[in-house]
Each structure stands twice: as structure tokens, then as C-alpha cells.
């Protein structure tokens, strides 16, 4: 398990690279300088997010900061490669398409991306490199090709830890045994509404590695007190047994004098495996929002009124 300290809870940098809808320059940056001033000090970010837009508007803010003071985790898996055919990214970013993602999980691409990623930050170096969405380009060429680079950049000093980024809970417990990974970042599998049915978090505990745990509200079925119609799950409508599902937590929630947003933000780190709760945020409210939710006080009676509940047994495939 990685020494860095992440804290509680971390930034998350896929909404300041425009994630679904553009912000301004000027929001971004105050939204990172208010996790800053909110304590955060764990930030992650991706090529990924924005084409390289979340690296360079973190990096604008963490680089005029004591580099000992934090910690930052990005990704590598996809190079950025120049754009001529102009017109809007495709995949769901609010930004111009002047480079396109290319797929590499070979060693001299992985180190390639760190050192790109490093120009965009205007930083020394990251602590942290996942690989990124192996589950969803080649899961194969991920463990025979991208863990074994990784674990050459951390022997070498390049980065302090390493990890995986994935949506899959199966896909991530096949990496924790193929590696010997510091940190799994677990996107939207392990909530309050669902738990995996594969043994990720026990082997995680068994072999120290830490979990980064990131969609804490399920695409937004868990992030308001009071579950609307239109509420998203996994980025789409939520189908109507979830929705009921949410409403029923959230109504124990109330019983307890709890917003169910709090009670979700919360959960994942009640398991020993779990060293982190990341969430992203537009907005310097949201960061403040989710700040105070994590230290607000939740009686142990709700965990167990919730837990008697059960819950959606996905794993996220």
C-alpha cells in the first residue's frame, strides 16, 4: 500500500477539463484553489480529461504550491496526438479537438505520457500513475505490457506509486494479482447503492492495496437528498428499480437527520481497504459542499439501518 498520504477525500480533475460542458478559465482555477483551501491535498487528472485541458488548469494552481505539500495521480494509456481535422472532442469533453487520443500501453508510450503530462502540469514530477481504462481498450495488453512498465517507472524512482483506473471490479482484481499494485481507483462500483460480487476489496485488503475509491454517487443517482425521476446512473436514465432503490436509502437517511449525498460521500471509507474518497467538482461551492459533507457527524445506527437494506450487487462488467 502506497505511504502517501491522500487524506479523506480528493479532487477530482475530470470536470475542470470540461467535462460534458465548458467552464470558464476563471472558475476552473478558483475551483482548484478551493479544495486547496478546503484542505484537499490529493488532486487527480488524465490526458484524458479535456485532451490534456484538467492537467494544464491543476497544474496552473499546484504549481506555484509547496511540491511536498501534495499529493497528484495521473494516468497514461492514451497519448494526445495533434488534430488536424478540427470540429469538438467526441468523447464527451466541452473542447476543441485539436489532438486525438492514441491508445499505448507499451513502455516507451507510458513514459512518453508521463513526460507529456509533466509539460502540461509544469511540475517535476506526479506521485501517482494509474493505468488508465484497460478494461476498456485491452485488458490483456494492460497487465502483459502496461503493469510491468509501471512497475519499472516506480523501481526507478519516476513515480512514487502505481495503479489502475477502471470501471470493472473484475477486470481490477485480475491487475491486483498480476501486480504488485500501491492503489486500485475504483470508478462507481462500490457505494452505497451497490457493492461487487467478486472479492476486489478483501484481496485488496490481503495483498495492502489501497483503494482510491471515485463515483461515489453513481453518476448522480446518490447526489441529491431527494432522488428525482431524471436522476442519471452510469452516465444514462436510471432505470426504475434503482431509482427506488436510492429512494428508499434516502428516506432512511432522513430518518437519521442525514442528506443521502453525505451518506454516500461516507460509506466507502468504513471498509479497510478503501484510503480514499475522490470526487470531482465545477465549482468552488461543490468542493465546499463536498468538504463539509465528509466531516459531518453520521450515527452508526444509520450504517446498520442502511446495511439491513442490503444492496445492488453489480459489478460493474
Not at 497528484?72 to 464527451?92: F, Y
Not at 447526489?223 to 436522476?231: E, G, K
Not at 478503501?274 to 465546499?288: I, R, Y
Amino acid at each position: 500500500m502506497t505511504p502517501l498520504n491522500l487524506g479523506k477525500l480528493g479532487f477530482g480533475g475530470a470536470g475542470i477539463g470540461n467535462l460534458y460542458r465548458a467552464i470558464p478559465d476563471g472558475e476552473a482555477l478558483a475551483t482548484v484553489l478551493a479544495a486547496w483551501d478546503a484542505g484537499i491535498r490529493y488532486f487527480d487528472t488524465a490526458p484524458h480529461y479535456g485532451l490534456g485541458l484538467s492537467e494544464q488548469r491543476l497544474g496552473a494552481v499546484l504549481r506555484d504550491k509547496p511540491r511536498d505539500d501534495f499529493v497528484i495521480s495521473t494516468k497514461v494509456g492514451r497519448l494526445l496526438e495533434p488534430n488536424a481535422a478540427g470540429g469538438q472532442d467526441p468523447e464527451g469533453f466541452d473542447v476543441p479537438a485539436t489532438a486525438k487520443r492514441v491508445w499505448d500501453f507499451s513502455e516507451a508510450g507510458i513514459r512518453r505520457s508521463i513526460e507529456d503530462s509533466l509539460d502540461r502540469l509544469g511540475l517535476t514530477h506526479v506521485d501517482i500513475a494509474y493505468l488508465h481504462d484497460a478494461d476498456v481498450h485491452d485488458l490483456r495488453e494492460g497487465i502483459t505490457q502496461g503493469l510491468p512498465a509501471l512497475e519499472k517507472l516506480r523501481s526507478e524512482g519516476v513515480v512514487k506509486a502505481i495503479g489502475v483506473g477502471l470501471n470493472s471490479t473484475e477486470a481490477a482484481l485480475e491487475c491486483v494479482e498480476a501486480a504488485n499494485l500501491d492503489l486500485v481507483m475504483l470508478a462507481g462500483r462500490y457505494t452505497l447503492l451497490e457493492q461487487p460480487t467478486v472479492p476486489l476489496l478483501e484481496r485488496c485488503v490481503e495483498r495492502r492495496t489501497g483503494v482510491v475509491n471515485v463515483g461515489v454517487y453513481n453518476s448522480g443517482l446518490l447526489a441529491r437528498p431527494d432522488v428525482p425521476d431524471d436522476a442519471h446512473y452510469n452516465y444514462d436514465q436510471a432505470p426504475p428499480h434503482l431509482l427506488e432503490r436510492a429512494r428508499r436509502l434516502a428516506e432512511v437517511c432522513r430518518d437519521f437527520g442525514v442528506e443521502l449525498p453525505t451518506a454516500a460521500l461516507q460509506f466507502p471509507l468504513r471498509h479497510p481497504a478503501v484510503v480514499n474518497v475522490t470526487a470531482g467538482a465545477t465549482s468552488p461551492e461543490q468542493v465546499a459542499s463536498n468538504a463539509a459533507r465528509m466531516e459531518e457527524p453520521v450515527p452508526e445506527e444509520l450504517w446498520n439501518a442502511l446495511a439491513a437494506i442490503g444492496s445492488d450487487t453489480q459489478s460493474g462488467g
